[in-house]
């Protein structure tokens, strides 16, 4: 079920715990907790019902501005049922904590060993290691530019990132990757045992990290120099609203990461 940012940030807040969809069947179980850009949001309810039957504070609870709205959200399809789908925002995702976390010995050995089966199970012969090193030596950098350095299609680039990423290796950016505690970790230890010299990695900006934006809004605040939360909170929103890539939505993230 996609669940716009905008309405991912109310989910956080608490201000919206209901969805409404026309399904043809129910697509959720209760208990399902989807992973989102803001952490894990569970579904806690999934219920058929009367479109003629929805009120004001359905709307509210909804994200709507009203009822009218609401309605008019679900106008596609008629011939489809309505399904109140009861969310709520269950925590930080575990893929998250992982990524921070740095590993053990024991921990790195057996991520070793899953990494070696990845690449004996793989029809293209080892990938894992290369592609760790490209991310590590290109943080950032779109996912086409490193398939391509690569000789590999971007599609299937981006699925063996998600492999490493489920892996608590990689995290993905607005624009690109970049190698996780972990996931730095493994790399390391990696060229140690080969006797490689480790590499000095950039340090990250000081300050408070922007919130996800979108690469189009990641981009202009980049090139603008704007690259922390508080470099951006001495900006007008006029300003920012100005710099091509910056839009609305991007802007109230912003705001609510400030608690504005």
């Known amino acids: 079920m996609r669940i716009s940012p905008l309405e991912l940030d109310a989910v956080v807040a608490g201000t919206i715990d209901l969805a409404f969809r026309r ?3 129910p697509r959720l179980l209760v208990g399902t907790r989807m992973r989102t850009r803001v952490g894990l949001v569970e579904v806690t309810s999934v219920d058929e019902v009367d479109p003629a039957g929805l009120t004001e504070d359905d709307a ?3 994200g709507a501005p009203d009822l009218a709205a609401l309605r008019r ?7 489809r049922p309505v399904f109140r789908v009861g969310i709520r925002f269950a925590g930080e995702d575990p893929r998250a904590v992982l990524r921070r976390t740095p590993p053990t010995g024991a921990e790195i050995a057996d991520l070793q060993a899953r990494l070696d089966r ?5 029809s293209i012969g080892p990938w894992t290691a290369a592609t760790l090193a490209i991310v590590d030596a290109y ?7 490193l398939a391509e350095e690569l000789g590999r299609p971007t599609a299937e680039f981006k699925r063996d990132v998600r492999k490493l990423k489920e892996l608590g ?5 607005d624009i690109g990757y970049r190698l996780s505690t972990r996931g730095a970790a493994v790399v390391d ?5 080969a006797g ?3 590499p000095e990695r950039a340090a990250p900006p000081s300050g408070t990290p922007l919130p996800s934006l979108g690469a189009p809004a990641t981009r202009a605040l980049r090139a603008a120099g704007l690259t922390t939360l508080e470099a951006v909170a001495a900006v007008p929103e006029a300003d920012l609203l100005a710099l091509h890539g910056v839009g609305p939505i991007a802007v109230a993230r912003i705001r609510a990461a400030l608690g504005r």
């Open 139 to 145: 943080p950032e950098r779109r996912a086409p530019e």
């Open 196 to 198: 490689r010299p480790v």
């Open 23 to 25: 399904w043809e069947r």
């Open 60 to 62: 509210r609870r909804a």
């Open 73 to 79: 959200g679900l106008a596609a399809n008629p011939e």
């Open 169 to 173: 290796l990689t995290e993905s950016l």
């Open 118 to 122: 990845l690449d004996r199970a793989s």
């Open 189 to 193: 230890a990696a060229l140690q045992a």
